[in-house]
């Protein structure tokens, strides 16, 4: 009796330990073929910057501390850091005949120790270590640099009016290079687009700046005399706004606090009521169709980026471009709304589902504009019925339903041999980036509507952002759960009209 029961519970403990190898297993491996993109890196856990604006000088010191862990299985003796500022004050020179603005790196350390670097096609900062860095270890380097702020209204920048400046300080910050699998990301500079790093990191940061100043920034905002501290987790970029020209209205939509900053003009009230309207439809109704947004705060900060300019996107930031409202003569409401909402959508598709910006564009400009336009552009709530009030040429949704039908139908001829996963280095001819990643990525996203229904094709949208909720994708993944949900003919079809 007592062997038995010895033997019946020795069987146990097998069995036990049996299911929990076999659960555990499942559990470490992400779904069937769904490759993971989210492990097996050098890896930058935590920025912390102390940055000394200079408004008489116009120029930006940083002092900027990367805590970095070799997440990788092999050591390592070399860390890449990337400085855009080079390459912006090149493409300026190039573009501006702007050829007066420097920047250089002062010094970099770990434990006060200079470490040798050598600085290779402008933006690639290669740093020898003086030990090797092992499996699991973490390393601080500390990076000293001084840059000129550029004369130019742009993400890095700064413009003058008549009643103060605005500063823009973004793209300006040395940050790791992205790792993959050991492999170190080095895309170029694109001011067309972007090719940031789009690791998770978290975020401390002191600035200090003259009185009277605001500070808007990704994170929260703790601003005594000349010294503002900016604090945000979980982010892939940060972004700072300096400015003595903006107010701001406070609101609340879906449990999120929005700071709504405005310039003062003769459209400043429509300005005002316009954007409050946008960013509430716009987060209810990503919220209601996609998910959750991933932080407690956002900021809407407006932007004289110049006509035909967007605005851009920054993890709990957002720069609209106002250019119209305050530099203009003619307000354009319609591009402003449909701006606004392009960027909130981006906070869903890029701040919280992540991809490489550079080489695959297609994925969070396809979804940011799929959301913009079906989601967004399609909801006759209060922002659209306020658009039509104040733009006589706004569109109605029918018309918005037309112009959507009238691309899907054309696609196949527009875009017959121009592939989503081709890097804007390897463009064909006919290809250029607005075209192939915004429009052409929508209307894929929009041929896999109609062949997958509504229901089925809503569903993976919120699979795929529940997944991947702060984490990174890529076209492989996006291809396999889109297969996971509708693995038919016509799927596969569609996907390989659009991918070569
Ligand atoms: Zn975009």
Known sequence: MKKKIVLSICLLIIIAIGLYLVCNKNNGIKDNNIPDINSNKIDAISYYMKLDLDINMKSLMEEVEIEIKNDTYESIDEIIIRDMTPSIHAYNKKNYNNDKQKSNIISIKSNEQQLEYKIEKESIIKVKLNELLKPNDIIKLKVEMKTDIPDRQDRFGYVRRKDGYIYALSFCFPYLADNKNGEWILSPYFDDGESRSYDLANYEIEIKHPKDYLVIATGKEETSDLVTKITANNIRDVAIVVTNMMEKDTFEVEGIKINNYYLKSKYTDKYRKLTELVIKDAIKVYTNNIGKYPYEELDVTPLLFGFGYGGMEYPGLIMTNATSFYDGTLMDAWSLSDGLSHEIAHQWFYAAVGNNEYSEAWIDEGFTTYLERQLFGLYDGEAHKYLREIDE?????????????????????????????????????????GETEYEEAYLFLQELRIAMGDDKFNLFLKELYNKYYLKEVNTDIIISLIKEHDNSERINEIIKFYFK
């Open 393 to 433: 040429y706004a569109p109605s949704i029918e018309d918005n339903i037309k112009s959507r039908d009238e691309l899907i139908e054309t696609a196949r001829e527009d875009y017959k041999d121009k592939f989503l996963n081709t890097t804007p280095d390897n463009y064909s001819e006919e290809q250029n980036y």
